[in-house]
């Protein structure tokens, strides 16, 4: 069955459901599936899993909201020359299309930006609100900016998880005992296995229901609509720093594939060093890659197999390196819940659907009815 994403996305009771999925309200973790699954007692995979989210090595769990890169279709780096203070921090921190910010060392520049817009439109109006707002230096206060625009309808993949393979392999390789701080073993690893790729995740959709005043019924069909809509993707927990697992780098990399491009492209498909990969023209670049190593020795021994693999493959390469002591803010949801939280503010506006009955106009009502 077909489903009208902007039908759906306009709907304000489809809204509230989903802020509360990208939020990770009614979510938890299913410590029996996992108990069963790895056949391990219910209060070890409870300690474990405490451990994991107490160290940050992952996220409690939230529904992905996929239609973001649909209503936010264009995707900007930005090299950026900006004051490295408290107010600059906050609002990279807080503003709803910044969905990662970090300090850099790259020529004139010290910050690096990815942001989610509309539209270039959007963007210039984005920009100038900003600095009328004294939120960055004007540009006679600053170096101008340099920004690459990408767009997501030329994403080639999109796996944020990929990376736990790469941890699978260096701690089988003794290179990685120890994630932030906190040190693995089989079973964290096999958990941590689990939850990022979606199982052992529950929803709790009575919780749900009773907050947004409906049946449990019509929690469960709309999330399986949205599902099947591709609005959202299955409940999983991701890394804090999404693109990358904790203590990997993140390269950014522009790439010139000169020969066998598809079967280049064929094998970052599979490859778990990449989470995210783009078609892009940006002068001799026609590839952008997201990129996890272990270090910058994994990363040259990563370009060195597929320079052995596919001879000539490569151009030129543009790497920026971004390591995790340099991270300023990435926020997976922050982005969503703004798109969310936007079309929600314009569905109330428009009044189009205030027959969605409330919780606390379903309350008073039920109050009425005991009065009578």
Same mark, same amino acid.
């Given at each position: ?160 998880? #990929? ?128 990129? #996890? ?80």
């Amino acid at each position: 069955m077909r489903y009208d994403l902007a039908i759906m996305l306009q709907d304000e009771l489809n809204l509230q459901l989903l802020s509360k999925l990208c939020s990770g309200e009614g979510l938890s973790i299913n410590l029996s599936y996992l108990s069963r699954k790895l056949r391990r007692h219910r209060n070890t995979i409870r300690e474990r899993v405490r451990e994991l989210i107490k160290y940050k090595v992952i996220d409690r769990p939230v529904y992905p909201f996929l239609a973001l890169f649909k209503e936010r279709p264009l995707l900007i780096a930005v090299y950026a020359d900006l004051p490295d203070n408290e107010k600059v921090r906050t609002w990279l921190k807080e503003d709803a299309n910044i969905f990662a910010a970090f300090r850099i060392r790259e020529g004139e520049y010290n910050m690096m930006l990815f942001e989610l817009h509309e539209n270039l439109q959007t963007y210039h109006t984005w920009r100038e609100t900003i600095v009328k707002d004294g939120k960055i230096p004007g540009r006679s206060q600053r170096i101008p900016s340099t920004a690459l625009y990408l767009s997501n309808m030329l994403m080639e993949k999109y796996r944020p998880n #990929a990376p736990i393979e790469l941890i699978k392999q260096n701690y089988q390789e003794k290179k990685v005992t120890i994630l932030n701080g906190y040190p693995i073993d089989d079973l964290s690893l096999s958990i941590l296995s689990c939850l990022t790729n979606g199982e052992g995740i529950s929803v709790n959709e009575n919780i749900l229901a009773k907050d947004l005043g409906v049946h449990r019924r019509t929690v469960n069909d709309r999330i399986q609509k949205m599902c099947d809509a591709e609005i959202i993707w299955k409940p999983l927990c991701r890394f804090p720093s999404f693109f990358v697992p904790p203590n990997f780098i993140l390269v950014f990399s522009l790439v010139e594939i000169r020969k066998h491009s598809e079967e280049f492209l064929k094998d970052v498909s599979s490859d778990p060093h990449v989470s995210l990969a783009y078609r892009i023209s940006e002068g001799r670049y026609n590839l952008l890659l997201f990129e #996890a190593h272990l270090n910058l020795e994994d990363y040259l021994r990563w370009e060195s197999f597929y320079n052995s693999k596919y001879p000539e493959c490569f151009g030129s390469i543009k790497n920026t390196y971004l390591s995790p002591n340099l991270t300023i803010s990435i926020d997976q949801q922050k982005v969503s819940l703004g798109v969310i939280s936007e079309k929600l503010y314009n569905a109330r506006e428009s009044g189009l659907y205030d027959m969605v009955p409330s919780k606390t106009y379903l309350q008073k009502r039920k109050r009425s009815k005991r009065q009578r």
